[in-house]
């Protein structure tokens, strides 16, 4: 084992098309189905001190909280809410010895930007690296959604964890329910010009919210399956536009895909979300698009390059927060 301190950073994303159906056993069902996204300079990062004793001293930037330990036993009996995510994380890995960690996050927390997933890929990082195991991709995604799962006791995606790992634009198809990603450059150039990201204030719950959809998706919900169907499609576009680098295909494909996502669940949108687009689309936007699961989180504004600080410096004024992040 290392005994140096190591220090790692992942991104976080935003999703171009096709969340939810990323969900297992969404997938399989309507399969075969992609996803698309980006990895953004919103980073998460591990730093990971190693210690001769069996102390464990965890601190938490994001909720202000720090955690000390005698031993991992000890550390693994600590019930407490914001804890748990360490806890798996350490019940996954059980290090022999003590250690002290600090994480942070660039993202807002229930930003929907796959923040905490993307914690989950540093601390995965941090871990591996201190134990001298090489990463595999597709074995650390299929952890680090276990892991996701137990903590929140239902069913979770996958798109989130290969921006962390990954960069650049991520295809990832889905047959019968497991992912294949072909990770591209992104030329940011072409369109890191057209995005800007704004924070509404009011944080997401995509756990929650991908939980209802499936349950009616699964009990055959007409509406929901008929949503679900539609934003398969503008998936699809989406991926031949994005091969294509068909950059300018993308804003209608995005009106499209929020109104089939009001279809899959009214709770999609909020009164800060509906006011933030109404001040972007009268200042230059061209296309909103929600990030996550919606309800509240992050949005990001396509707009003209031309047009991009104006939509900018309008939605400021009203509130919200400009994310000023690159595309990675």
Same mark, same amino acid.
């Given at each position: 084992?290392?005994?140096?301190?190591?220090?790692?950073?992942?991104?976080?994303?935003?999703?171009?098309?096709?969340?939810?159906?990323?969900?297992?056993?969404?997938?399989?069902?309507?399969?075969?189905?992609?996803?698309?996204?980006?990895?953004?300079?919103?980073?998460?990062?591990?730093?990971?001190?190693?210690?001769?004793?069996?102390?464990?001293?965890?601190?938490?930037?994001?909720?202000?909280?720090?955690?000390?330990?005698?031993?991992?036993?000890?550390?693994?009996?600590?019930?407490?809410?914001?804890? %748990?995510?360490?806890?798996?994380?350490?019940?996954?890995?059980?290090?022999?010895?003590?250690?002290?960690?600090?994480?942070?996050?660039?993202?807002?927390?229930?930003?929907?930007?796959?923040?905490?997933?993307?914690?989950?890929?540093?601390?995965?990082?941090?871990?591996?690296?201190?134990?001298?195991?090489?990463?595999?991709?597709?074995?650390?995604?299929?952890?680090?959604?276990?892991?996701?799962?137990?903590?929140?006791?239902?069913?979770?995606?996958?798109?989130?964890?290969?921006?962390?790992?990954?960069?650049?634009?991520?295809?990832?198809?889905?047959?019968?329910?497991?992912?294949?990603? $072909?990770?591209?450059?992104?030329?940011?150039?072409?369109?890191?010009?057209?995005?800007? %990201?704004?924070?509404?204030?009011?944080?997401?719950?995509?756990?929650?919210?991908?939980?209802?959809?499936?349950?009616?998706?699964?009990?055959?919900?007409?509406?929901?399956?008929?949503?679900?169907?539609?934003?398969?499609?503008?998936?699809?576009?989406?991926?031949?536009?994005?091969?294509?680098?068909?950059?300018?295909?993308?804003?209608?494909?995005?009106?499209?895909?929020?109104?089939?996502?009001?279809?899959?669940?009214?709770?999609?949108?909020?009164?800060?979300?509906?006011?933030?687009?109404?001040?972007?689309?009268?200042?230059?936007?061209?296309?909103?698009?929600?990030?996550?699961?919606?309800?509240?989180?992050?949005?990001?504004?396509?707009?003209?390059?031309?047009?991009?600080?104006?939509?900018?410096?309008?939605?400021?004024?009203?509130?919200?927060?400009?994310?000023?992040? $690159?595309?990675?």
């Amino acid at each position: 084992m290392q005994n140096q301190t190591i220090k790692v950073q992942s991104p976080t994303r935003i999703d171009l098309a096709g969340g939810t159906l990323d969900c297992w056993p969404i997938n399989a069902i309507l399969n075969p189905v992609s996803t698309i996204n980006v990895a953004i300079s919103a980073y998460t990062s591990c730093t990971l001190s190693p210690r001769e004793d069996g102390r464990i001293i965890i601190r938490s930037k994001d909720w202000d909280q720090s955690y000390e330990f005698d031993s991992l036993e000890q550390a693994l009996n600590d019930n407490e809410e914001h804890f %748990i995510f360490f806890r798996e994380h350490l019940a996954y890995w059980k290090p022999e010895t003590g250690f002290e960690m600090e994480c942070a996050s660039d993202s807002p927390v229930g930003g929907g930007l796959g923040g905490s997933s993307s914690l989950s890929i540093s601390i995965f990082k941090a871990f591996a690296q201190w134990m001298g195991v090489e990463i595999e991709p597709y074995s650390a995604v299929r952890t680090c959604s276990g892991i996701e799962a137990k903590i929140l006791k239902t069913p979770t995606g996958t798109q989130d964890y290969f921006p962390p790992l990954l960069g650049g634009v991520n295809i990832i198809d889905y047959e019968f329910g497991w992912p294949q990603v $072909q990770s591209l450059p992104i030329d940011k150039a072409k369109i890191s010009g057209n995005i800007s %990201i704004f924070f509404t204030g009011r944080a997401h719950q995509s756990g929650i919210n991908n939980w209802q959809v499936m349950k009616k998706f699964i009990e055959g919900d007409a509406k929901t399956v008929n949503a679900l169907t539609t934003i398969q499609k503008i998936a699809d576009e989406t991926k031949m536009a994005v091969i294509e680098a068909d950059w300018q295909r993308l804003p209608d494909l995005f009106q499209r895909e929020f109104a089939a996502r009001m279809d899959l669940a009214e709770s999609f949108s909020s009164p800060e979300i509906e006011d933030l687009a109404k001040i972007a689309l009268e200042n230059g936007g061209e296309a909103i698009k929600i990030c996550g699961a919606g309800g509240g989180g992050c949005v990001f504004v396509w707009s003209q390059p031309e047009h991009r600080q104006q939509v900018v410096d309008a939605c400021v004024r009203a509130g919200y927060k400009h994310l000023d992040v $690159q595309l990675i």
